[in-house]
């Protein structure tokens, strides 16, 4: 990985981490990136234009007229000119404003011009990094695409204690480089430019009766950010098959919702019958199915009973992923392209039973790769770890690390197997 001869604009915001983007552009030009620098007028308080320009030896903009005296219109050109957006540091304000899509200052102009990836380094009050609505604006901002190193944990200068300090700059560096890297590579391209990729995400419901139901701890953040990634790294067309979660839909790529496994069945097999121009049909089956589902649904609420115990008799749901898979030949002749299918295993217990239970998955239910995790580590939660376990054995252990950056790491890999 290298930023040599990458166009970086930093975007500093009012914290006063801004104190450290001296050293942060300087360790960026020390990479080999070409830097610009712009600041909210708040940041103007924490480090000097002068600081700045020195380090850069480029013009420092500050607010929107500076750019008046420019032939082109700055926060189009600015973010057209740049490899990735680097906002740091990055306050609630400036999320919130990202998340909403205001633009009333330059660094919020830029942000919603852009079409680059953007990389957000938080840094704020503890209480206010852990509030519920920056969470709920992170999250959003996740899920259309975007890009977080989160904050790490100690003392902050307002004196309190916790999560809420800009990441180190090597951290922020590293993962720099890892945006960059994920520009679509020849490879890369030339399968998702010519393929259709499916996702399916989230949980189930099976409903009991009108307002109770079974269902599973998975939030769908996997395979909201899986989504997210192909459609960044240059796939045809991307669809989202989402069980009930309270995600957004991601931007740029068709969601379709459903709540029972048999109506994400349907669904996917409606997908599946559509005639295509694409060379590639890639299914990545992230999605929680519940195993099974009550034998009778109750039009009416069922009542509590005082005096006796109540049994539910549960059915089995159609295994989705092994119907679809089981004949890739009549697919092929009908649709006209290869169907590849990417299969997730959730499981308990310890690294050598997740595997082997992988690899059993893998070649019962006849797919091309297998995405192993913890359950219990991995559900619901913003970053996680993985294996991918393809047909000939081979193992990849991707992560720790935030999904919205996993996600890259598993379709890339994945990708690269199918080429």
């Not at 209480?127 to 996740?142: D, F």
């Not at 005639?275 to 999605?287: E, L, P, Q």
Request: proline residues 4%.
């Amino acid at each position: 990985m290298s930023l040599k001869d990458k166009n970086i604009s930093l975007l500093i915001s009012g914290s006063i981490a801004a104190y450290k983007t001296p050293e942060l552009l300087r360790l960026l030009i020390k990479e080999g990136a070409n830097v610009r620098a712009v600041m909210s007028q708040a940041a103007e308080n924490f480090v000097t234009k002068l600081t700045l320009q020195t380090v850069t030896k480029n013009k420092v903009f500050t607010n929107m007229f500076d750019l008046t005296e420019e032939i082109e219109i700055g926060h189009i050109s600015l973010p057209d000119n740049s490899d990735v957006l680097l906002v740091a540091p990055a306050t609630a304000d400036i999320i919130a404003k990202a998340a909403y899509g205001i633009a009333d200052d330059l660094l919020s102009t830029i942000i919603l011009a852009s079409t680059k990836p953007i990389l957000f380094c938080p840094a704020m009050n503890t209480n206010m990094w852990h509030a519920q609505i920056t969470q709920e604006n992170v999250s959003r901002l996740k899920n259309r695409g975007y890009y977080f190193v989160n904050p790490s944990e100690g003392e902050l200068a307002c004196g309190w204690v916790g999560q809420g300090r800009m990441a180190e700059l090597h951290d922020i560096i590293e993962s720099t480089n890892r945006v960059v890297s994920n520009e679509i590579a020849e490879e890369t391209q030339k399968i998702l430019g010519n393929s259709k990729v499916i996702i399916t995400a989230g949980p189930t419901r099976e409903m009991i009766d009108p307002i109770r139901f079974i269902s599973n701890k998975s939030s769908g953040k996997m395979g909201y950010a899986i989504a997210s990634a192909s459609k960044q790294m240059g796939a045809k067309e991307v669809i989202l098959i989402s069980g009930p979660t309270s995600l957004p839909d991601p931007v740029s790529i068709t969601t379709k919702r459903v709540e029972s496994a048999s109506e994400m069945e349907k669904l996917l097999l409606s997908e599946l019958e559509i005639d295509t121009s694409t060379k590639n049909v890639i299914v990545f089956m992230a999605s929680a199915v519940s195993d099974h589902k009550p034998k009778n649904f109750s039009n009416k609420k069922l009542k509590y009973n005082k005096t006796e115990n109540t049994t539910l008799d549960l059915v089995i749901n159609p295994d989705i992923i092994c119907n679809i898979a089981k004949d890739r030949t009549v697919f092929k002749e009908r649709v006209g392209a290869p169907l590849y299918i990417v299969g997730f295993a959730a499981e308990t217990g310890t690294e050598e039973e997740l595997i082997n239970f992988a690899k059993k998955k893998l070649i019962e239910k006849n797919l091309d790769l297998i995405v192993a995790n913890f359950s219990d580590e991995n559900m619901g939660t913003d970053s996680g770890t993985v294996w991918v376990i393809s047909k000939d054995g081979s193992i990849k252990k991707l992560g720790p690390k935030p999904k919205q950056e996993l996600s890259f790491d598993i379709v890339n890999y994945c990708l690269q197997s199918l080429h």
